[in-house]
């Protein structure tokens, strides 16, 4: 994004999860440029507020949307914000590093709830009020939706499950006139690594391997991310469902 502010989304109002760090940050104020008024739902209050500093377009809501009824809540506050719902943004995620010798039911139970079953949910909540807008789902999902991950076979698995339930989506819900798409970032700067719990060397090495194995030489920012979640939300993709569009600086290509 420029920084300029434009009417791509003039008055579509517009949720995006995990909008306290990283992508989700940035898709939220990317959005706020494009017209468009935000709920920016996560987690942490404080990094919520940080969001909105200086964006009376984003409202913050602090909300698990793994707990029960959740989903349905931030629909709901939305829609009583607005009086309508426009786009939907799944970008809440985690990114676990789980060999298959330490899964267990647990570990692997916590991150298919936030992965797969929070986007489905707040999906389903959402449909009604998509419908009558004939708007929009990005769902943000990783190139490991389809490349393998050794040592975290469960995240890349979760991420082609909602890569496949936006195939799905989208062919089920193209009579209402509900386009569904996904995003698939390659590595991007973000907090994930940290937050997966992994010591300062081991993230740093894997960030550089990372950046060695991207033909374009480096790893991704949130905001070229954002800017991808913005137009297949916007008026002028409208032919646009279906698809997953890759943006990893040519990981995919090696």
């Keep these: 994004m420029t920084g300029r502010p434009d009417d791509r989304l003039q008055d579509h109002a517009v949720i995006v999860t995990g909008a306290g760090s990283g992508i989700g940050r940035a898709a939220a104020l990317a959005f706020a440029r494009a017209g468009a008024r935000v709920l920016g739902v996560g987690r942490r209050v404080d990094a919520l507020r940080r969001t909105a500093a200086g964006h009376p377009a984003i409202t ?96 890349a698995a979760s991420k082609a499950a909602l890569e496949q339930l936006t195939r799905s989506w989208a062919l089920e819900l193209a009579a209402d006139g509900v386009r569904v798409n996904a995003l698939a970032p390659g590595p991007t700067e973000s907090e994930a690594l940290a937050a997966a719990g992994l010591p300062d060397a081991v993230v740093e090495q894997i960030k550089r391997d990372e950046a060695a194995r991207i033909p374009l030489g480096r790893r991704g920012t949130p905001e070229e991310v954002a800017e991808w979640i913005v137009r297949l939300s916007a008026p002028a993709a409208t032919w646009i469902t279906g698809q997953v569009l890759t943006v990893d600086g040519g990981l995919e290509l090696t």
């Design 60 to 155: 913050v809501l602090a909300a698990d949307i793994t707990a029960e009824g959740a989903p349905q809540t931030v629909i709901d506050t939305a829609v009583g914000l607005w009086g309508r719902l426009d786009v939907l943004v799944n970008n809440a995620g985690a990114t676990a590093a789980m060999p298959l010798a330490d899964a267990d039911a647990g570990r692997i139970g916590r991150l298919l709830a936030l992965n797969v079953t929070a986007p489905s949910l707040l999906a389903h909540a959402a449909l009604p009020h998509l419908r009558a807008a004939k708007g929009a789902i990005v769902n943000v999902s990783s190139t490991y939706g389809h490349r393998p991950l050794p040592g975290a076979a469960h995240y």
